[in-house]
């Protein structure tokens, strides 16, 4: 099939304490792979991407790596802050080209000071 | 990036009145947009592919005649809840992409069904 699991929450942690939020696919090839964020009051913004295998996503802090051996792509931070706050989605391209993203359920991050 | 707008952001409407939501692409064309809806705290689910000038693809399980969907324009797709009812009010979200594999997402628009 075509899904996409990530760790459910909320997660709380303390600022500066280190980030793992957990996603794996189910795809039959090797989708492209992302990581939205959404803001409390905001819509979806790219976080990161990978277009393929062993490809690393970074942005603001925030890594995630392809790996096609255990078909995850878990993101991490290594120093939150309170302004990363906000729900985080997993998502894979359902196909090539200009198809849909298959979302994960989110995870809710609150970091408190 | 792209940028992509929805309007309204929020809405409020009496039950059995329909609401339109427009969805545009701003600096870029779009042959296809997709329409999700998202629940208070649950993921986005797809409801429908929009197709520019064809009809619009819908997700197993969405009324068409529900929720109808027109893009006639390469930039502007529209939703409309037909005679909406309180169990429609959620946060709908519009996204287009360039083709290359990523998404640009609208801010989303709230409706509120009383």
């Known amino acids: 099939g075509n899904s996409v699991t990530q760790m459910e929450g909320p997660v709380t942690l303390s600022e500066e304490a280190f980030l793992t939020i957990n996603c794996t696919y189910t795809?039959?090839?090797?989708?492209?792979l992302f990581w939205y964020v959404q803001y409390p009051g905001e819509g979806l913004q790219l976080l990161l991407k990978?277009?393929?295998?062993?490809d690393k996503g970074s942005n603001k802090g925030f890594e995630a790596t392809y790996r096609k051996e255990t078909t995850s792509f878990h993101l991490e931070k290594g120093s939150v802050q309170v302004s990363d706050s906000a729900v985080y989605f997993c998502a894979r391209l359902l196909d090539s080209g200009n198809t849909p993203l298959v979302f994960g359920k989110g995870t809710r991050l609150s970091v408190i000071a | 990036g792209a940028v992509v707008s929805q309007h309204p952001s929020r809405v409020i409407c009496k039950s059995g009145t329909s609401v339109k939501i427009e969805c545009r692409s701003l600096?870029?064309?779009?042959?296809?947009m997709f329409w999700y809806r998202q629940f208070p705290k649950q993921s986005l689910m797809l409801m429908a592919t929009?197709?520019?000038?064809?009809?619009?693809?819908?997700e197993q399980g969405v009324e068409k005649d529900k929720f109808l969907i027109n893009h006639a324009s390469l930039t502007l797709s529209t939703l409309t809840v037909t005679s909406a009812h309180p169990e429609d009010s959620s946060f709908y979200i519009c996204?287009?992409?360039?083709?290359?594999?990523?998404?640009?997402f609208g801010e989303g628009s709230r409706l509120t069904v009383l």
């Open positions: 795809a039959t090839g090797y989708p492209s």
């Open positions: 990978a277009t393929k295998a062993d």
């Open positions: 996204s287009a992409g360039l083709g290359t594999g990523e998404l640009f």
């Open positions: 929009s197709n520019e000038g064809s009809k619009a693809t819908y």
């Open positions: 600096d870029f064309q779009a042959t296809t």
